[in-house]
């Protein structure tokens, strides 16, 4: 019995190594943020398995269940709905359960947003802090101080509606000048790349209001 963490492209779907698609097409079953939207991608490869519902809103319930349904077959899948399971999505918490039970984990290496982001940016790429999504409200303001003072390249997530505030923050504790990337659409048709200082950044945010998902990297402190 084992569980394989299988990364799925964060936009193009081209983006899937030949190595995640024989897992998929050999596995049992396979575990999935979103039935729907997995579907998709399972259809555009011309695989058909079985599929479970695990996300983050059901991961605590469910552990159990899950865990005796692997430990049922010979190979199970989780897939997220975008990019490798466990970074800033659904997994850990059964990635630690198997190891607890003495179930295989094996992660496949492939798509994540922060990687070409980070490579894309121009900041200092040798050493870096990644933060992820931050708080919508307990917490956030200590994050963001934290980062302030930080001495790698720290790299944050971000939905759309938050850009503008936390590039406001970020501003308002990390000074003007800090340098600043914010990467969109990666991999997708509308991929784009703004470089420039926080202060910058902030009017571009103001101006152009970008769609999609976003990255934004942050320089390390000056000493």
Same mark, same amino acid.
């Given at each position: ?8 492209? &964060? ?171 914010? &990467? ?30 976003? &990255? ?8």
């Amino acid at each position: 019995m084992k569980l394989a963490l299988v990364p799925t492209p &964060v936009g193009n779907l081209e983006d899937i190594t030949l190595r995640a698609i024989r897992y998929l097409q050999e596995c049992d079953f396979i575990l999935c943020e979103d039935t729907r939207y997995s579907s998709k991608l399972l259809q555009h490869l011309g695989i058909s398995k079985p599929l479970m519902s695990y996300h983050q809103n059901n991961e605590h319930q469910t552990l159990g269940k899950v865990i005796q349904k692997i430990q049922s077959y010979n190979l199970t899948c989780l897939i997220t709905d975008s990019g490798t399971p466990a970074i800033s999505d659904p997994g850990f918490l059964l990635v630690r359960e198997c190891i607890k039970e003495d179930i295989e984990v094996e992660c496949l290496p492939g798509a994540t947003a922060f990687v070409p982001a980070l490579v894309m940016s121009g900041l200092p790429a040798e050493k870096f802090v990644f933060e992820g999504f931050l708080p919508h409200k307990k917490g956030r303001e200590t994050r963001i101080k934290k980062i302030a003072q930080e001495d790698k390249t720290v790299i944050l997530y971000e939905s759309p509606h938050r850009l503008q505030k936390t590039i406001d923050q970020l501003l308002a504790f990390c000074g003007e000048e800090r340098e600043c990337a914010v &990467v969109r659409e990666i991999s997708k048709l509308h991929q784009e790349v703004y470089r420039g200082t926080l202060l910058s950044t902030q009017a571009w945010v103001k101006e152009t209001s970008p769609k999609g998902e976003f &990255v934004i990297l942050v320089s390390p402190v000056k000493d």
